[in-house]
């Protein structure tokens, strides 16, 4: 059984250590390059904001970051009355046990236990799994808010907390 709880100082490194491996795992040829660095540096992540773990069996096989708003330093291009999910990620060897699932459902909940209106993440067009588990909880996607970098395109999910779900 997953459970869903803040990530321990303890765990920081191998929180680290799975989630850049999943986003190497995504593959899209996208070099990392320093994101892999913000990715895992869960220190200054847990010290902003939420930080997420999902634990199978006593192992961390999971995490996300929580953004509660548009003042946070995690947040990206979030709109007032809105929070976000940033860096979620799942071991390639625990993908598709429902931790990802389970990290994103903590996030609606934490948002509407605050009162958020809306909760926005996004993801690279490589994340197809993502994707489909983002539009099964009812994110929609949002092309006029995607990113774009030069080595990559990041795709704007949102999800509507004040329609009936």
Known sequence: MIEVRAVRRAEHDALAALTVAAYR??????????YADELADVASRAAAADVLVAVDDGEVIGGVTYVPGPGN??????????????????????????????????????????????IALHSTQWMTAAHRLYESLGFVRTPARDLTFPDVEILSFVLDLTAPR
């Open 73 to 118: 330093p995690y947040a990206e291009d979030l709109r007032e009355g809105e929070a976000g999910i940033r860096m979620l990620a799942v071991s390639p060897a625990a993908q598709g046990r429902g931790a990802g699932r389970a990290l994103t459902v903590a996030c609606i909940d934490r948002a509407t236990d605050a009162g958020a209106r809306g």
């Open 25 to 34: 795992a995504v593959g899209g040829g996208w070099e990392l390059g320093s």
